[in-house]
């Protein structure tokens, strides 16, 4: 052979090589769903050198470089989604505020367009009067809410739940907090028993009280069940980067929860949030074999 042909036939093979690599992530991706929970802070706070401004594009390089197909945000203010989605074209997002409009925070839930489809979404409240934008009972003092979509994947057309959340804050809040994730979880429980779960929320709660029992009475919680953890167990760390309590969680049912990790992304020392994110690579169960 001469080395014309030599140089032709090793092209060739690099690019067999590269082609079956690409179509070996592309299979890897289509069987897993890559969640993100990411409390953004919200962009009206006046946080001095942490103000949204000095901010805004080392969150969008963190989620752009964590490549989520779905993320779950709280304290989002709209202009906020609006800016993250202008620097990310792959994504869209959606939700509503704490008091139905768009004037305050919401539990914007973004998700990339090549992937996922929505097929239905809503909003409800954490209160005694679910349906009413807004309302408040159980002692809070702010409007507590899920945003919540069915989603579809493009690739094979499998569907999941997801659910959004920001439980209240407060020290005295826990009694609320219990309430929420009861009827949360009643939300949950009306669902199909074979339609997977995923739940993302900053839930100002450590995992050993009740809303998180609560909770993962029917949930796992990916921190406790991947096979593989990274990054520091807890996650609020109010722009210091030292954080002191696990308060943002991934919970699911019908997945597997491959890896998770707590991202610590800074840049000179800023933070993109006061919260780390957490993201976790979740695996699709197996389909059920057909029968011959």
Not at 18 to 26: F, G, S
Not at 36 to 63: C, E, K, Q
Not at 204 to 229: E, F, G, V, Y
Request: with cysteine; proline share 7%; net charge neutral.
């Amino acid at each position: 052979m001469n080395l014309s042909k030599m140089r032709v036939a090793r092209l060739l093979l690099v690019t067999a090589m590269v082609a079956c690599t690409a179509l070996n992530t592309a299979a890897l991706a289509a069987q897993t769903l890559r969640v993100m929970t990411f409390n953004v802070r919200t962009g009206v706070a006046n946080d001095g050198p942490n103000d949204w401004n000095h901010r805004r594009d080392l969150m969008v390089h963190t989620i752009g470089e964590q490549r989520p197909d779905v993320l779950g945000t709280q304290e989002l203010n709209k202009f906020q989604g609006d800016y993250i989605v202008s620097k990310l074209p792959q994504y869209v997002w959606f939700g509503i505020g704490r008091q139905g409009d768009d004037g305050d925070e919401h539990m914007g839930v973004f998700y990339r367009t090549d992937r996922l489809r929505v097929i239905e979404s809503g909003n409800y409240w954490l209160s005694d009067t679910p349906d009413k934008p807004g309302s408040m009972t159980w002692g809070n003092d702010l409007p507590r809410m899920v945003t919540w979509a069915i989603f579809e994947t493009k690739a094979d057309g499998r569907r999941f739940y997801y659910c959004n959340t920001h439980f209240p804050h407060r020290d005295q809040d826990e009694p609320a907090r219990t309430r929420s994730a009861k009827e949360l979880l009643a939300r949950l429980d009306a669902l199909p028993p074979q339609l997977p779960i995923v739940l993302t929320g900053d839930f100002n709660s450590s995992p050993d009280q009740p809303d998180h029992a609560i909770l993962t009475s029917r949930l796992d919680d990916a921190w406790l069940k991947a096979d593989s953890r990274s990054g520091p167990e807890k996650t609020f760390h109010d722009f210091t980067g030292i954080p002191d309590q696990r308060i943002d969680w991934i919970l699911y049912r019908g997945f597997r929860a491959l890896t998770v990790q707590t991202i610590t992304s800074q840049q000179g020392g800023h933070y993109p949030s006061d919260h780390f994110p957490v993201v976790a690579e979740l695996a699709w169960p197996a389909p059920p074999k057909r029968l011959k």
